[in-house]
């Protein structure tokens, strides 16, 4: 139990310095003076506001996490026992037992994390012109977030435990089959059921744009069914463009702050990136790896979780799912780390190829300046240091990224 709990405290710590290393390696790399290699993507005035920027966000990012790593150690150390206490006095039924003691994780992390939250909206995304959102808005998502949260995630792990109780020595397949058809439930319909909950969707009106994604879809044989726009700059002046849906109905959602910041070859090149994607089965290969990670996670889970020594290493009375699972989790993440890792791997190579595909299917200059004006319109630092993308950069940085689509430009677009 004691050896456990040393094992516990030891990867929260060393996760917690390895965050800071990384943190400290990444800030090493910037500089006051506009580098040669970003001349022609920033100019003076604009980068100097970027690494402004940047700093503001480490500085939160650091206080934040430290104090979250104070706060688990401190929870790890009695702060789950005593909840552990709290939650059998309330109910002998250890399924409640379970949904109260996450509800109250759960929503107890939330209100630790949103004084940052707010600071970082209200005051850095707002001082450097990002902030659209209201007070009001920011507090009815909270809400509705808490309502989904409550609803999805209570009825999801309500499940998980009916299965632990019901089929103890095959829960886990069970557990893994119902994650995975939530999994394609959302994927599927995201976009028509959780989006207008935040957001106002509505189809792209007739004209050059659409005229332009359509011709593209329809040369590259791309089973398009919807273009809608969102309305992104109800929250933030930040750009993005995402598909939705599986097999032959995809479904396009533009936010309206890219449309309005990109000319239409633009576009349309950075939708050519997601249907490379599309064509390259990088979604299809996507799931699978998803799926094996929660079926590998789940069985590990299943060889220990019955091991008392779990919840008795948090300081627990006696065994319960809950708390085994808290230990589980710590103990399990340098694993989730490595994959993790090779997840991103995958990723950041999926993204060069989809590059490739936008370059050969549309324009690779388009696709080039559309990059560079996103990066410059959010202030991103286009000098990351190599570790910190390793561990975590899902995207290769920029710079990468330009250069691997040099290759691609056709003379006529030079």
């Known amino acids: 139990m004691e050896i456990l709990l040393y094992i516990i405290l030891a990867i929260v710590a060393a996760e917690f310095v390895l965050e800071r290393v990384l943190d400290y390696l990444n800030q090493k790399e910037r500089s006051e003076q506009l580098p040669e ?10 980068y100097k506001k970027s690494q402004q920027y940047a700093a503001a966000k480490d500085k939160i990012g650091f206080i934040s996490s430290t104090f979250g790593f104070v706060v688990t150690i ?18 002998d039924n250890s399924i409640y037992q379970t949904l ?10 939330d209100l630790i994390s949103t004084p940052f939250s707010l600071y970082n909206i209200f005051v850095i995304e707002e ?4 902030n659209k959102m209201s007070i009001g808005t920011y507090i009815a998502d909270k809400v509705k977030g808490w309502i989904l949260g409550g609803i999805i995630g ?40 959780i989006v207008p909950l935040f957001n106002k969707l509505k189809p792209l009106e007739d004209g050059e744009l659409r ?71 990088h979604t299809l290969q996507g799931l699978f790896i998803s799926a094996f990670t929660m079926l590998l996670t789940l069985f590990v889970l299943s060889l220990v979780i019955k091991n008392p020594a779990l919840s008795a290493a948090l300081g627990a009375s006696q065994p319960s799912l809950h708390m085994g699972l808290i230990a589980f989790s710590i103990l399990y993440s340098p694993l989730s780390t490595i994959t993790g890792l090779l997840m991103n ?38 000098t990351p240091h190599k570790a910190y993308v390793f561990f975590y950069y ?21």
């Open 211 to 281: 005229t332009a994604i359509e011709n593209y879809a329809n040369s590259v044989n791309f089973p398009l069914k919807n273009i809608m726009v969102i309305d992104g700059s109800k929250r933030s002046t930040k750009a993005n463009a995402y598909f939705s849906g599986l097999g032959g109905s995809k479904n396009i959602v533009l936010y309206d702050t890219l449309i309005e910041k990109h000319t239409t070859q633009e576009l349309v090149a950075v939708l050519a990136h997601e249907v490379g994607h599309y064509k390259k089965k």
């Open 154 to 193: 209570g009825g999801l792990l309500y499940l998980f435990v009916l299965f632990y109780q019901t089929f103890p020595e095959y829960f886990w397949l069970y557990a893994w089959g119902i994650f995975m058809a939530f999994s394609l439930f959302i994927t599927m319909f995201y976009t028509n059921l």
């Open 394 to 414: 899902s995207h290769p940085p920029l710079l990468k990224r330009l250069g691997a689509l040099r290759n691609y430009v056709k003379t006529e677009e030079v």
């Open 100 to 109: 109260l003691f996450f509800a109250i994780i759960g929503f107890g992390s």
């Open 345 to 382: 791997i995958f990723s950041r190579k999926n993204e060069y190829e989809a590059d490739a595909y936008a370059a050969n299917t549309s324009s690779g200059k388009a696709l080039m300046d559309a990059l560079k004006n996103l990066s410059v319109d959010t202030l991103s630092n286009l």
């Open 127 to 130: 001082k450097f012109g990002f």
């Open 74 to 91: 401190a929870m790890i150390l009695g702060g789950f026992a005593l909840l552990d206490n709290f939650v059998r006095e309330i109910t």
């Open 37 to 46: 290699n970003l001349s022609g993507i920033y100019d003076e005035e604009k």
